[in-house]
């Protein structure tokens, strides 16, 4: 639509209206065609262009190929939905699902099993032998190791401790063993030989009868003080020689001994009997000397035999056969 061609009005100095060509020199008249000329140049000029935006980039740093594209007719193509590109499928393996067909496919696979063109068939190295339809070539890894089995415990003998080396319960010693290793703690350090006569007090009745075997041994021990716990009272144990006036301790069971001091008392905790105390200064007691005081201390009988303990070992023999069923 083209504008109505106007007459330019007059000029007129500034609060005057100018007359018009016929004389009417109307106000109303001249202010009409005015505001149509007004009017109809609103009419007539174009509206102003709205800003279009601008497609976003896509993910590869440039514009989407779809902007350029156009469908049917002319038009441009529908870009309301993004443009999800398509992975190409990679060749399978013999035996193995291909993706899409239940498993999944490693990112650059096809280059890998196939010849790098997206083709169906893997490449082959130059010289190696083919494989049978149905066979899968072995793993890289290898076989699996088999399982180590546990190394069974070395059972032979221990030349320095009589146990066997690696074995689940250590042997125990026999009777004749611990009865030598008694001897031989007796001879040993003093604090040694004290804990090894402690535990002959105490011993169990399987060893009783090597012990008594050993009760007139000669060989000195580390010992020089003994106490011994017997059933006596102090009357029988102190005698009184009528001829001088000596007095002496009969202790049955310890028969000759030889010692520089003794001290007796009462026993603590019992009904009777006392407690002796042998002391020697410059010499230890001999192996036999020591077994007879612990043997007194672990017997803990009055059933003495009518005999003289003169000889160690007959007496002692005897003393264990009347009281070897209550030991």
Sequence with gaps: MRPSRLIPLARAPAGEIPAGRSGAGSPRRLFLPALLVA???????????????????????????????????????????????????????????????GALAAPGDSGRHGNGTGGDEPSEIPGAPRLPDGVSAPSPAGPPAPERQPRPPDRSPDPAGGAAAGSARPIAPTPAERVQSYLERLQGEPAEAERAYREIARAPAELIPLLVEEVDNPRPSSLRTLEVLSLQTGQEIIRRDDSDGVLYYLVRGMGKIGFDDIGMGPRRGTAGGVRIRYHNIQESFPVGVVLRGALITRFQSRDFPPLDDADAKLWWRAFHARVRDRL
């Design 39 to 101: 009017v109809l140049g609103a009419c007539a000029s174009p509206p102003p262009a709205e800003p279009t935006a601008s497609p976003p980039p896509d993910a590869r740093g440039g514009w989407s190929g779809l902007e350029a594209e156009r469908g049917d007719g002319g038009e441009p193509a529908d870009v309301s939905r993004p443009a999800v590109p398509v992975p190409e499928r990679a060749p399978s393996r013999a035996g193995a699902p291909a993706p899409g067909d």
